[in-house]
């Protein structure tokens, strides 16, 4: 939750370096709310890792009072004293920033990521909500506290490679201007959406109130053009409908500035007065802590609200008197994984205060108040997002890392199209999903170790059945009602009316989950029954089973393809045994929390099932555990174990290079490479044709060809390959599509495409078209990336056909990619050699490069005449090649704690560095940065060799081998590795 507070003052930080590290370290210097959290050693720590995390030719580490760092090639010892507090630790970490800018010559947008990466590293130990935000997270959070943008009203995301309208708001802008729900955004202003991220098309969308905005979209086969004017739209945070039987529904996606506001209208607004609500809170990540209190002051007039802890000392904010509903109007809290904050003082005051229920599962666990801080450095609006206290709910109970647990605990069960496979017992799956969540939102996995020892007694189960609704339902009530746990919390709320104490509603509540849970059990018998599956229940003793499992074959199993696990059953008691079933538990995602439902096994009868598994065909070379967990009679008793060893041989990999030119000259398109027939006419209502001058650069207002060649150069096939392009340059140009299906390229052999691109008229010649390319195989997930930036020329003379022999100077001639210095170099030719231009573009003379390409040579380094020898023909070699890594074998199951990891890159551009980092196969786990090596020069083809220690964690390493050559291309490499003792 984020309490808004005023602009701080600029704080007076001339002449420094990274005025943006001191800024942060004095504001929560000032402002947070547990000093005794400070670790500055430990912090400078953390900044260091996040620092080699951010880039990979940085490397840093303490030792004693002293602070190694490495940068590339370049070393440097820092002194820390004894006593370092917060400010010296802040004015070292500067430091580091200088001597990595300096030593590597970054780029200044490196220069902001790096510095974003220090602070919220050296921020990281504190608490896991005190963060930097850069300029786009901070306007995003401000729309989302306040509800209140100027904007269209329309949901958008990304589909297909392309911007889709998912829904649009009544009364808004984009509504009176005609957008649908399924329209294509194709251009927004004079940007294409290509490959664009639906957080950039917000940006984009968004703007002054009053502006408009002209959006290009297709519908169906219909082109259109909409402007539409920009207005403040309000994101409502509830919705309101009635259940029947005198329950309300109330969901709240969000805290933001009226939400309690809305809600008692909502309430009130009902034409009969409900009694009883579900207030629906699952999903909810938080907001405005006033908001929260607001909503508890309707149902609650006695108690403490909340408790909060801050450098002040402890305050609590009491109930208000005068309460808009009072205990006539009984409320089930309706909670899941993705409860936080906020909506966890809001459930967790309705239970602890005795006001209500809570169903569901048990809550993230976010304990804490953020303020947000604006910081104006440097120009930038970024904003400093700091913890300012801990809040307990009623009766000092922690919600940090604990959550809050449901008096209710809902358990789905699903069952799916492969035969005896459900979603039946498997509890974890919701703590697998907390935890990645968790991973995924927060910038650090800091959570209070030991919490959840505070957890009580487990609360009751209802297990129900999980079955997609028969037909379609378009009444927001009734379609609330295929909600099966909006259904079940309709009838808690219904039975809890007039039972105003807690006890009376757990009272009430024990009869009911029975006979929910054999109404839903029943349901699923029958389901089961249909799939000849006899699941009756049994209260007999705990039966006698054995398991046996095994592979389906012996050896190893190929990544990627189809494999058997057998499990067998033998029932050797004397009695039948019901509801039999097994849970797998293994590392990988795709063979963990696999139920397979076996049901009723008479005494003597064995019964065998065959589960058809594969692991994802990206996998590398590994070895790790398969258990297989028996149950039976809806007991969470472990009966058997079985445990297989999954030994699994990687694909041969393919690794892509690829070359790419501009095809600005009509007569040579015949000769080039073909645009995509998937996007090809789909993104203009005017056909797209190649125009320009021929100089292979980009020229204002030209239209030109991005033509490309991709290559394997891997041992295996790349059975599904991508060329797919992104561009970064917003109005500089317009892409015409952005995907170019490849299919399967074998080793040695290469594919090429072509992408349509127009430059803007008004281009600025001063700023350079950014494309991003990526080539890729998406089933095995290689990729190879490169950032280009394309000059934008302004008026050059026009390519003029004429052949004639011509010698190369005393010097190696440099031949380039279009007629300008700043195109790259794409070949080398030897003093002397004899070359045949086709003609030349004012200074500059051409060669004949194949498939619609012209390679590019100053005509003043060379001669005419007419040679005797043979002539040079130019050859380009491929603009982005990702160095090769050589590894020697790693045992996948060693028997020692450590492995050594060996091996050579080479680079046809010059090897820049290898890094190796580390995880494990946990849900939470990060990676983090192992060994690091620099070449000592860059010189092409010159291998670097590199041998690290890694030591291992118990159970599964993933070793991630990460080599750069010159131009920052990359390649990777992974290894896993299993070591006993988990």
Known sequence: MVEAAPERAPVDLEGR?????????????????????????????????????QEPAFFGAIEGQTMTTRAGRVSHDFALSTDLDLREAADTLESVLVFCRDALSLRPDQVRELEYAAINGFLAPLDPHTVLLTPEERTELGVRTSGRY????????????RIAVIDVLPDTPAERAGLLAGDIILKVGNQATVNMTA??????????????????????????????????????????????????????????????????????????????????????SGGLLTEATEVLDAFVDRGELVIVHSSAGREALEAKINRPFGPELSVVALIDEHSASAAEIVSGAIKHLGRGLVIGRSSFGKGSVQKLLPLHVDERPVALKQTIAEYRVAGERKIQTVGVQPDLNLLPVRLSSFPGVAQYDDRERFERARERYRTASLPSAVHEHGATALVGPPAPELRYFDSPPTKPVTEMAARLMTDHEIRLAQMVA????GKPSRHEMLSALSPLIEKLNAAEDAKLVTALRERKIDWSSSTAAVPNLRLQAKLGHAGAVAAGSPFELELTVHNDGSAAAHRVRTLTDCPLDELDGIELLFGRLDPGQSATRKL??????WHPDFSDELNVGLFANDDRQRLATADVTLEVTAQPRPQLAFDHWIVDDPKLVRRAPKRGAVDMDKQRGAAFSVTGNGDGMLGQGECVLLAFRVHNRGPGPSADTRMMVRNLSGTQGLLEEGLFDLDTIAPTKSADGAFGFCVAKDADPKRPVELVFTAAD????????????LRVVDERATFVAKRERVVVGEHKLRLYNGADASAAIVDLVDPHRALEVIGRAGPWSALAGGAGRRLWAPSDLLTVQRPTGPVYVADATWLVDPPQIGLDPVATRPTATRVTLRGTVTARRGVRDVVVYQTTNEAAARPHKTSFQAAEATQTEIPLPFAFDIDLAPGGNRLIVEARDAQDVVAQREVWVYRDGR
């Open 17 to 53: 370096a990274f005025p943006l590290v001191i800024a942060s370290a004095l504001v929560v210097e000032e402002g947070y709310f547990d000093r005794g959290r400070f670790a500055p050693r430990r912090q400078l720590a953390s900044a260091l890792e996040s620092l080699g995390m």
């Open 150 to 161: 100027g904007g269209i009203g329309a949901e958008i995301a990304s589909r297909e490679r």
């Open 199 to 284: 957080t950039d098309a917000m940006q984009l969308v968004r703007g002054p109130v009053g502006s408009t905005v002209r959006l290009e979209i297709r519908r169906g086969k219909q082109r259109l053009t909409l402007t539409v004017t920009r207005q403040i739209i309000k994101i409502d945070s509830v919705r309101a409908a009635d259940l029947g039987d005198g329950v309300a529904y109330i969901g709240l996606s969000h805290f933001q500035e009226d939400s309690a506001e809305k809600m008692v209208a909502a309430i009130n607004g009902f034409s009969a007065r409900p009694k009883a609500i579900v207030l629906d809170l699952r999903g909810n």
């Open 494 to 497: 219904a039975r809890l009316h």
């Open 612 to 617: 058809s598994l594969e692991v994802m065909a």
């Open 778 to 789: 998406a089933r095995l997930r290689e990729r190879t990336d490169q950032n280009v930036e």
